[in-house]
């Protein structure tokens, strides 16, 4: 699923397995044909994922979700993206992993460790795909989407989010987690079955400005360091915190791009869940403005 690299290096960071083993390679190209319209400043580079990361024992992360092309192959070679589960019926992703995608063309696991142990998780059906407004105008930063699943996943928590507005749970220093199936190395690409960690600083508005002069700190927060990182196969996928005497986890972000993977002076780039200004405009569409008030944000 890798676009163009024409543009410059900072790529999204959407990649498949399933591209190395030559499968599903019409639906591939039609995300590829439909990101490249509307990422072109932020082209996917090569395959990677969870960068310095480790591997989970079953169960560790039951609001996790994994976007995948609908088939019978490997859902380890069918899985392309991450996501969460927001409410029980709705998955929160990266819009760049699902632009141009039919509901047809998909479904979702959540609350699967290994990717081929298909006893585990909650597979399901997706009825509608809701890309931010913004994003689908080309406004890159604005990197969310929504899927609508065919039936409720119940029996597990979904994730929490920051409060519209706030930046108590971005304070630069501060450590997030990010999790994926992601390449798990930049000189040979492997994806990993089960699922990996790793934990990151968040980087200041400033010093992510100096390394992308198109990051925008009203809807974006950076976060990784050399070494530690989220990469291809990641993408969609939650960044989040777990809070002293909280229940749950809050994410505060959605892996979207970088420059490398876990490069010096290069963190990644993530949308800030607790951005007013991406809520705010997510009522700019029909379909946001329903979704808005479902979720009562």
Not at 37 to 42: I, P, R
Not at 191 to 219: G, L, N
Not at 230 to 257: A, E, N
Not at 263 to 270: D, E, F, I, L, N
Request: hydrophobic share 35%.
């Amino acid at each position: 699923m890798q676009l163009s690299t024409a543009h410059r290096t900072t790529t999204r960071r959407i990649a498949s397995a399933a591209v190395a083993a030559g499968a599903v390679v019409g639906l591939l190209g039609t995300f590829t044909a439909a990101a490249d319209a509307a990422t072109g400043a932020h082209p996917t580079r090569p395959n990677h994922p969870i960068i310095g990361g480790t591997e989970k024992p079953v169960g560790s992360y039951p609001f996790m979700a994994a976007l995948l092309t609908k088939g019978r192959g490997n859902p380890h070679d069918r899985q392309f993206c991450g996501g969460s589960l927001l409410a029980p019926d709705i998955v929160m992703t990266a819009a760049h992993c699902v632009i141009g995608a039919q509901p047809k063309q998909l479904e979702t696991v959540v609350g699967r460790t290994v990717l081929s142990k298909k006893n585990q998780g909650h597979l399901r059906n997706v009825t509608d795909v809701v890309v931010h407004p913004r994003y689908a105008r080309g406004q890159e930063a604005y990197d969310i989407a929504f899927l609508m699943l065919d039936k409720p996943v119940t029996g597990t928590a979904p994730v929490n989010l920051p409060t519209a507005g706030t930046d108590a749970l971005i304070r630069p220093g501060a450590k997030a987690t990010v999790i994926g199936w992601g390449n798990t190395d930049t000189e040979v690409t492997h994806y990993p079955d089960r699922i990996r960690a790793v934990d990151v600083p968040i980087v200041s508005h400033i010093e992510c400005k100096a390394s992308y002069p198109d990051y925008d700190k009203k809807v974006n927060v950076c976060a990784g360091v050399e070494g530690k990182d989220s990469c291809q196969g990641d993408s969609g996928g939650p960044m989040f915190r777990k809070l002293p005497g909280r229940r749950g986890v809050y994410q505060t972000g959605i892996v979207s791009y970088g420059d490398g993977c876990a490069a010096q002076g290069a963190p990644g780039v993530y949308t800030y869940t607790g951005s007013a200004k991406l809520w705010d405009t997510l009522s700019e569409s029909a379909k946001g403005k329903k979704l808005k008030q479902l979720l009562g944000r």
